[in-house]
C-alpha cells in the first residue's frame, strides 16, 4: 500500500448533511500518539468497507474516526475522562467558563477539575469544559494522575492557543457514533464490524509503556483481533518482537515512516509504524 504522507484534501459539503458528507472537524484535544497523519492510507482500505460499523477500541484523540467520517461507530477507551468528554460533544457542549492561557487560572481550574473528581462528579458538564481546557493549556496535552488520583499536569507554557467554546458542529457527525470506557476486550464486536485499533505504542526493552500497557498486552491486543472475522487494521511501532507476533498470527504487514518528530532532546528519528491488517 503506498500513499501521500500529506493530508488529502477532502470535498466539503453544506452544512445538515449526514456524517459522511458534512465537513471535516477537527480532533478537539491533543492526543499523545494521534493518528491524524494516517488517515490519507487508511481512507483507501475503509472506503471499501464505508457501509460497516467503525470499532476503535483505543480511540484516544478520536483522529481516525473524525478523519474517515463513518455513519456509525463505536468509540472506546479506557481513560474515562476523554470519553466524558465526547459523550458532551455529542450533546452539543458550550463551555461558558473562563478559558485563558494564564498559569495562575489553570491552576485554579485544576484544583476545581480535582474537586469534582473527588466529589464523584467526574461525568458532568463542567468536568467535561475544565478538561477541555486542562488539555488545551496543559503540558503537552498529557493527561496524567498522581496516586492519590489527581491530575497533575503542570501548566503548558504555549505562545498562543485557540479555545473553541461552541461544539455543535459535532452534533451531526457523533449522532451515531457510541462512546464506552472499558479495557478493550470488553468492546462488545459485531462480525462484520471494521476495525481500527491503535494501543499504545511497544516500547521494545522495557515490559510497561508509561500508560501502564505491559507486552502481555500487546499480544493479548493482537490474539483478541485475530479472531474478528471482519477487516482489521492495527497499527504500532514496528519493533522486531512487534513483527514477529503479528506475522505468527497471520496478519499481512505494511510499514509506513510517521512524521518527524522533533522531541525535547532534539531527536529527531523518523519512527517506523506498521499496519497489520486482515480480512481487507
Ligand atoms: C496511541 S493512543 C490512541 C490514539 C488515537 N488513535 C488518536 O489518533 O488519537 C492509545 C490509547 O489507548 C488507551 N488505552 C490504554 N490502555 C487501554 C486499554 N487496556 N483498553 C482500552 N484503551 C486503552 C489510552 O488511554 C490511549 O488513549
Avoid at 91 to 115: C, K, P, Q, T
Avoid at 136 to 151: A, Q, S
Wanted: with cysteine.
Amino acid at each position: 500500500m503506498t500513499g501521500p504522507l500529506v493530508s488529502q484534501a477532502i470535498p466539503r459539503s453544506p452544512r445538515g448533511a449526514g456524517p459522511e458528507t458534512s465537513p471535516l472537524l477537527p480532533p478537539p484535544l491533543k492526543w499523545a500518539g494521534g493518528k491524524r497523519w494516517q488517515v490519507p492510507h487508511l481512507r483507501p482500505l475503509w472506503e471499501e468497507h464505508a457501509g460497516r460499523r467503525l470499532v476503535e477500541p483505543f480511540c484516544g484523540g478520536l483522529a481516525v474516526t473524525l478523519g474517515l467520517r463513518p455513519a456509525r461507530a463505536l468509540l472506546n477507551d479506557i481513560n474515562p475522562h476523554v470519553i466524558s468528554f465526547y459523550r458532551w460533544l455529542k450533546r452539543g457542549l458550550r463551555i461558558d467558563l473562563a478559558m485563558r492561557n494564564e498559569e495562575r487560572l489553570y491552576y485554579a481550574h485544576r484544583a476545581r477539575f480535582n474537586e469534582l473528581l473527588a466529589a464523584g462528579r467526574a461525568d458532568e458538564r463542567e468536568t467535561a469544559a475544565l478538561f477541555y481546557y486542562l488539555n488545551r493549556t496543559g503540558y503537552n496535552g498529557l493527561c496524567r494522575f498522581n496516586k492519590c488520583g489527581k491530575f497533575n499536569v503542570p501548566f503548558g507554557c504555549y505562545t498562543k492557543i485557540n479555545y473553541l467554546r461552541d461544539f455543535s458542529d459535532y452534533v451531526g457527525v457523533l449522532r451515531k457514533w457510541e462512546f464506552m470506557s472499558n479495557d478493550f476486550e470488553s468492546v462488545p464486536l459485531k462480525v462484520d464490524d471494521f476495525i481500527y485499533a491503535d494501543p499504545p505504542y511497544d516500547v521494545e526493552f522495557r515490559s510497561y509503556t508509561k500508560d501502564g500497557f505491559a507486552w502481555e498486552d500487546q499480544v493479548r491486543t493482537a490474539e483478541w483481533l485475530s479472531h474478528h472475522r471482519g477487516p482489521v487494521i492495527l497499527v504500532n511501532m514496528a519493533t522486531d518482537r512487534i513483527r514477529k507476533v503479528y506475522r505468527s498470527l497471520g496478519y499481512q504487514l505494511k510499514f509506513l515512516e510517521a512524521p518527524r518528530m522533533i522531541s525535547c532532546t532534539g531527536n529527531r528519528t523518523p519512527v517506523k509504524e506498521v499496519l497489520a491488517l486482515r480480512n481487507i
